[in-house]
C-alpha cells in the first residue's frame, strides 16, 4: 500500500507540479511538503492539510484522509487492512481477465464453458486463491481423497433459486465423505443434497448425488442443471434436440411434467456420477 507522501509526489509530478508550487498552493513550507513525500514527518499531516491537497492534486475527496488514518493504526491494522486491500486488487484482477476472457452466449451473460473445459479457468482461480493466507475464512475446503465439496442442495422438482454464489472451484462450507472419489478423475466434482419427490424412486429426498463438472453429457444422463436467467437450477434427466436448439429437463416420477427450454437458457449441465443413499 502506498504512503501519503508517494501518492502526493507521483500525482505532483504526473501534473508537472514543482515542489515550491505545490506548497504555495496549499500553504506550507517547500520543506515540509518535501518531509510529507520523503515520509519523514512524525505525525501524519492535518486533516485541513490533506484536504488541501486532495484539491491541489484532483484527488478524490477523502483519499488522503482515508490513507493517513490507516497510516496512523497499530501495526496489527495497518497489516490487516492492506492485505484486505491486496485482496480486494486481486478480486477486481479475477474480474477484468474473466471479463476478457469469457464470450458471451447468444441470449446473453456469459459462457464458461469454452474457458472452463481449457483448464484456464481453474488455473487462474487456483492462482488467486494460493495468495490467500491460511487464516482466511474463505478458502479451499479440504478436498482429497474420500471427500469432495458439499455445496449447497439441488431441487428434485421445479428449478428453484441456488445460493452457492457462483462458488470458485474446490471452496465450499463442508465437505462429505465420498467412497467412490478415486473413480471420479475431476477435482472440481462436488455434492448436492436432493431435495423433493421428482426424481423418484431412483433419487429420494436426502440423497447425496456427486456430479463431474468435466463429464461429457449426452442424452438420458441425470444432471445437476443450472438455468438462466435468474440462475436457479434443478435436477433432472436431460435430453437434447438439437434441431430446435431445446433441451428436455425429464422427472423420473411420472407425477411430475418434464420441461422443455432453450438451449442458450442452460447455463450449466453437470452429471451425476456417483448417489449416497440412506439405508
Keep these: 500500500m502506498q504512503t501519503v507522501g508517494e501518492i502526493v509526489r507521483a500525482r505532483r509530478e504526473a501534473l508537472g507540479l514543482t515542489l515550491s508550487a505545490l506548497a504555495e498552493r496549499v500553504g506550507v513550507t517547500k520543506g515540509y511538503l518535501s518531509m510529507i513525500e520523503n515520509h519523514r514527518v512524525a505525525n501524519p499531516p492535518s486533516r485541513k492539510l490533506l484536504a488541501s491537497l486532495e484539491e491541489a492534486l484532483e484527488l478524490e475527496g477523502g483519499a488522503l484522509r482515508r490513507l493517513a488514518g490507516v497510516q496512523s493504526a497499530s501495526p496489527e491494522v495497518r497489516e490487516a487492512l492492506t492485505k484486505l486491500a491486496d485482496d480486494a486488487r486481486r478480486g477486481r484482477e479475477l474480474a477484468e481477465w474473466l471479463k476478457q ?7 446473453g451473460g456469459k459462457n464458461l464453458d469454452r474457458l472452463y473445459r481449457s483448464g484456464r479457468l481453474r488455473r487462474k482461480i487456483s ?55 478415486s473413480g471420479v478423475e475431476d477435482p472440481d466434482a462436488f455434492a448436492a443434497t436432493v431435495v423433493g419427490e421428482s426424481m423418484q424412486p431412483v433419487y429420494g429426498e ?10 461429457d453429457v449426452v442424452d438420458g444422463n441425470d444432471c445437476f442443471v443450472r438455468l438462466e436467467p435468474d440462475h436457479e437450477t434443478t435436477f433432472k434427466r436431460v435430453y437434447f434436440d438439437q434441431e430446435a436448439g431445446t433441451v428436455r429437463l425429464q422427472p423420473l416420477n411420472p407425477a411430475f411434467a418434464p420441461q422443455v427450454v432453450p438451449r442458450e ?13 440412506r439405508l
Design 101 to 107: 476472457n469469457t464470450s458471451r452466449r447468444a441470449g
Design 127 to 181: 492462482e488467486t486463491l494460493e495468495t490467500v493466507d491460511a487464516t482466511d475464512e474463505l478458502r479451499p475446503a479440504s478436498v482429497g481423497r474420500g471427500h469432495v465439496p458439499l455445496i449447497n442442495k439441488v431441487a428434485a422438482g421445479y428449478p428453484t433459486g441456488f445460493t452457492d454464489l457462483d462458488y470458485p472451484a474446490r471452496v465450499a462450507d463442508e465437505t462429505v465423505p465420498f467412497p467412490g472419489a
Design 206 to 215: 436426502g440423497d447425496i448425488v456427486v456430479f463431474s463438472p468435466m463429464a
Design 265 to 277: 437458457q442452460v447455463a450449466g449441465l453437470y452429471r451425476a456420477v456417483w448417489r449416497m443413499s
